[in-house]
């Protein structure tokens, strides 16, 4: 296996950060210029200039080449790649579920027998 | 919001890289040794052990405290969460995914009307 990075690491690079996420979820609500970005996250341009830049590089958003108004958008293509990758896990949580529920279930019959016992 | 490193940037940061992936992908197979995970990698030891820290320290496994054969197993529970994350964007991909579609049937209906005018 190549240690080169690969999209998938790219992107999960790229959104292991909780700013990064929150732009994104920003976004999701619709474009916004870059100073409208800056703004709630009370961070300096050149701070949010530095994390749309890793956003932009995974192509997780990109920017309009408009001439004064340069709005980010959001771009969905590298988060379907990241849900396809961890739907391979599914079986696993949904499992470790079940083995919960079947914990669940063996406790509350032996409270039960007890309870029967103490009769 | 905070900076400090979130559970969820936590489990994005030990997936952004190919080789922890891979040992994901091996114990989704079952359970395995530290020098089980090393061989197919061509890793050494201190390199797989941080690999391992990594995904240890992120919840993605969990090693047991047996004596001696001390194996590795997956914890599906953080990646769980990736999906409930991910999952919120759903809607844009498949937005996405249908624009295209219908570019896709502009294309050929024009392409039909085109024939048409040839007739």
Chains 1, 2 share one sequence.
Not at 85 to 93: N, P, Q, S
């Amino acid at each position: 296996m190549s240690m080169a990075a690969d999209q998938l690491s790219v992107t999960l690079t790229a959104l292991a950060d909780p700013t990064r996420r929150a732009i994104l979820a920003r976004l999701g609500r619709g474009e916004a210029t870059v100073s409208e970005l800056a703004e709630p996250f009370n961070l300096k341009l050149p701070t949010i200039s530095k994390h749309l830049k890793v956003l932009q590089r995974a192509g997780l958003i990109t920017q309009a080449r408009k001439a004064q108004w340069r709005p980010c958008r959001l771009e969905p293509a590298p988060l379907k790649e990241v849900e396809e990758w961890v739907e391979g896990y599914r079986r696993f949580w949904e499992a470790s579920h079940e083995r919960l529920e079947e914990l669940l279930r063996e406790l509350q019959s032996e409270g039960q027998s007890k309870q029967e016992e103490k009769k």
